[in-house]
């Protein structure tokens, strides 16, 4: 597979894929039922699978008994942080080790021409992207996903909240699975686009701004403010009526998710199989290419569109953003001159 005939690569190196970013087929113009089968799929694999794979592991062979959650304790807490950091070592970890330090696919469906561990930047802690990023994740971002996920084991466990049982309700709970994704983007794009307004900006998302470059490492580096929020998403299930596998499902989705935005690259390798998967990213690398675009997802709730901030990585795309940053900048002349 060469990546040159899926997209193109500049004089700088940066690779950028071919056609334009759409969001889901549900919300195109005209509505093709064709469209939405074909893409359910893509929709379903790998990554959806994937987390609901994550979630039975977990469910089955990692969380607590009811009656061990009953209770807050340190005991179970720990354990769970302890199992969280070592799947978070082991799966962004070898992504990172493969793609950035082995470079086992070199520049193919790269983004941006350059590797961050080749420069230094004083932005960083020990001037590392690498080594800041790795830090963040699992002083501030990995304990306070565990710290959601204890929450609401316990709001469950105690009976805090309701329960809804597979047994009883199992098309609502899969249909509330298949929301999932939705419920993510949603959430996602409300707190991200609350943080990219000053001074919120500056004191808490600038921390996971400051890799222009994302890595598999740069997913979770972020303030302790944006960690907690971030994850939060899963409290959506102690409001709406849900069961602790959905939450797990929907916190999975977002803890180890957060890779999808910040690969780096288009399409991962898988060994020397030859096949690629693809990894999602393009969205949210443009967000960190260009700022003030893409706060949402992949388009499955179309919100940037709505909110005029998408861009769909064509020059088109590039055009509306300009303009869009034209009439900011005119708006606050005014102001500053009123
Ligand atoms: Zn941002
Ligand atoms: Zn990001």
């Given at each position: 597979?060469?990546?040159?005939?899926?997209?193109?690569?500049?004089?700088?190196?940066?690779?950028?894929?071919?056609?334009?970013?759409?969001?889901?087929?549900?919300?195109?113009?005209?509505?093709?039922?064709?469209?939405?089968?074909?893409?359910?799929?893509?929709?379903?694999?790998?990554?959806?699978?994937?987390?609901?794979?994550?979630?039975?592991?977990?469910?089955?062979?990692?969380?607590?008994?009811?009656?061990?959650?009953?209770?807050?304790?340190?005991?179970?807490?720990?354990?769970?942080?302890?199992?969280?950091?070592?799947?978070v070592f082991v799966f962004y970890g070898a992504f990172e080790y493969l793609l950035y330090r082995k470079r086992t696919q070199?520049?193919?469906?790269?983004?941006?021409?350059?590797f961050p561990n080749?420069?230094?930047?004083?932005?960083?802690?020990?001037?590392d992207q690498h080594i800041d990023n790795f830090l963040?994740t699992f002083?501030?971002?990995?304990?306070?996903?565990?710290?959601?996920?204890?929450?609401?084991?316990?709001?469950?466990?105690?009976?805090?909240?309701?329960?809804?049982?597979?047994?009883?309700?199992?098309?609502?709970?899969?249909?509330?699975?298949?929301?999932?994704?939705?419920?993510?983007?949603?959430?996602?794009?409300?707190?991200?686009?609350?943080?990219?307004?000053?001074?919120?900006?500056?004191?808490?998302?600038?921390?996971?701004?400051?890799s222009?470059n994302p890595t598999p490492w740069s997913s979770l580096s972020?303030?302790?403010?944006?960690?907690?929020?971030?994850?939060?998403?899963?409290?959506?299930?102690?409001?709406?009526?849900?069961?602790?596998?959905?939450?797990?499902?929907?916190?999975?989705?977002?803890?180890?998710?957060a890779i999808?935005?910040h690969f780096g690259f288009?399409?991962i390798?898988?060994?020397?199989?030859?096949?690629?998967?693809?990894?999602?990213?393009?969205?949210?690398?443009?967000?960190?290419?260009?700022?003030?675009?893409?706060?949402?997802?992949?388009?499955?709730?179309?919100?940037?569109?709505?909110?005029?901030?998408?861009?769909?990585?064509?020059?088109?795309?590039?055009?509306?953003?300009?303009?869009?940053?034209?009439?900011?900048?005119?708006?606050?002349?005014?102001?500053?001159?009123?």
């Amino acid at each position: 597979m060469n990546d040159l005939d899926y997209g193109k690569r500049n004089k700088r190196g940066d690779w950028s894929p071919n056609g334009k970013l759409e969001v889901a087929p549900m919300w195109r113009k005209p509505f093709s039922l064709k469209a939405v089968l074909k893409w359910i799929p893509d929709f379903l694999f790998p990554w959806s699978t994937f987390h609901l794979a994550t979630t039975l592991l977990y469910w089955f062979f990692v969380i607590p008994d009811v009656d061990t959650m009953k209770t807050l304790s340190w005991d179970w807490g720990l354990y769970l942080l302890a199992v969280n950091m070592a799947c978070v070592f082991v799966f962004y970890g070898a992504f990172e080790y493969l793609l950035y330090r082995k470079r086992t696919q070199a520049n193919d469906f790269k983004y941006n021409g350059k590797f961050p561990n080749d420069s230094k930047s004083d932005v960083f802690w020990f001037n590392d992207q690498h080594i800041d990023n790795f830090l963040r994740t699992f002083i501030f971002s990995v304990p306070l996903w565990t710290l959601v996920e204890v929450l609401f084991l316990y709001a469950f466990a105690a009976g805090m909240v309701p329960w809804v049982s597979w047994t009883d309700n199992p098309y609502y709970l899969a249909g509330l699975m298949l929301l999932a994704p939705a419920i993510h983007e949603a959430h996602f794009f409300c707190i991200h686009w609350v943080m990219h307004q000053e001074p919120v900006y500056k004191w808490v998302h600038k921390i996971h701004h400051n890799s222009i470059n994302p890595t598999p490492w740069s997913s979770l580096s972020m303030h302790p403010v944006e960690g907690f929020l971030y994850h939060a998403v899963a409290f959506w299930h102690l409001i709406i009526p849900s069961n602790p596998v959905v939450a797990i499902y929907q916190l999975h989705m977002a803890g180890f998710g957060a890779i999808n935005g910040h690969f780096g690259f288009e399409r991962i390798k898988l060994g020397k199989s030859g096949k690629y998967i693809p990894s999602e990213a393009y969205p949210h690398y443009l967000h960190h290419k260009y700022f003030d675009v893409n706060y949402g997802g992949e388009g499955l709730v179309p919100l940037d569109q709505w909110a005029g901030t998408w861009h769909d990585g064509t020059k088109e795309g590039d055009a509306l953003m300009a303009a869009r940053f034209k009439k900011k900048k005119e708006k606050m002349a005014a102001k500053a001159g009123s």
